[in-house]
């Protein structure tokens, strides 16, 4: 199984912060790399899907990059409603595996 | 716009079998080129894909599961269910189905506890 490692665990930032979270592949995974957003008790919430395209809906201020082995979501000006956990997900290969999560929290 | 929940016991006893459905709302779960999936979380902890099937009911599963899961669709009723045998405490975790386009998921159903405990 390609394994997916997120850094870092937990993040404290501010509301206008501009944050960045890092998803690294065991092996590369050229660009098929998901991020997704969720919230306690709720579903996870596609936010960039091959990993820099915007899920419909959306806000602009999340971003991805990265290709083969190293990707990163960007969030420009962190909102009240960004606070939550965000998750990476390679779809190479199937068994997809998901990164351990960041718990990004208010400062 | 495609919907999708999960039913089924949130009790189940050890040692015995899981058993959870899918219903699809919004759209047939044969159009399209989509797997269906499961993917469970533990309490407090991260991801884990369980399998996923094909329309045509090809299947694919996790390893570590594999001996354990059966994945199956019924086009009639655009539903796909899930049955894992032999459960044991760490089987417990929310199960979640969603829909799988080329790898990202989307949408998921809400989620549905499952506590295994005697």
């Known amino acids: 199984d390609i394994q997916m490692t997120q850094s870092p665990s937990t993040l404290s930032a501010s509301v206008g912060d501009r944050v960045t979270i890092t998803c690294r592949a065991s092996?590369?995974?050229?660009?098929?790399l998901a991020w997704y957003q969720q919230k306690p008790g709720k579903a996870p919430k596609l936010l960039i899907y091959?990993?820099?395209s915007l899920e419909s809906g959306v806000p602009s201020r999340f971003s991805g990059s990265g290709s083969g082995t190293e990707f990163t979501l960007t969030i420009s000006s962190l909102q009240p409603d960004d606070f939550a956990t965000y998750y990476c997900q390679q779809y190479n290969t199937y068994l997809y595996t998901f990164g351990q999560g960041t718990k990004l929290e208010i400062k | 716009q495609v919907q999708l929940q999960e039913s089924g016991p949130g009790l189940v006893k050890p040692s015995q079998t899981l058993s959870l459905t899918c219903s699809v709302s919004g759209g047939s779960i044969s159009s399209g080129s989509y797997y269906w999936s499961w993917i469970r979380q533990p309490a407090g902890k991260g991801l884990e894909c369980i399998g996923r099937?094909?329309?045509?009911?090809?299947?694919n599963y996790n390893p570590s599961l594999k001996s354990r899961v059966t994945i199956s669709v019924d086009t009639s009723k655009n539903q796909f269910s899930l049955k894992m045998s032999s459960v044991t405490a760490a089987d417990t975790a929310v199960y979640y189905c969603?829909?799988?386009?080329?790898?990202?998921?989307?949408?998921w159903g809400q989620g549905t506890l499952v506590t295994v405990s005697s």
């Open positions: 099937i094909y329309t045509s009911g090809s299947t």
């Open positions: 092996q590369s995974i050229s660009g098929w």
């Open positions: 091959k990993a820099s």
């Open positions: 969603a829909r799988d386009y080329y790898g990202d998921y989307d949408p």
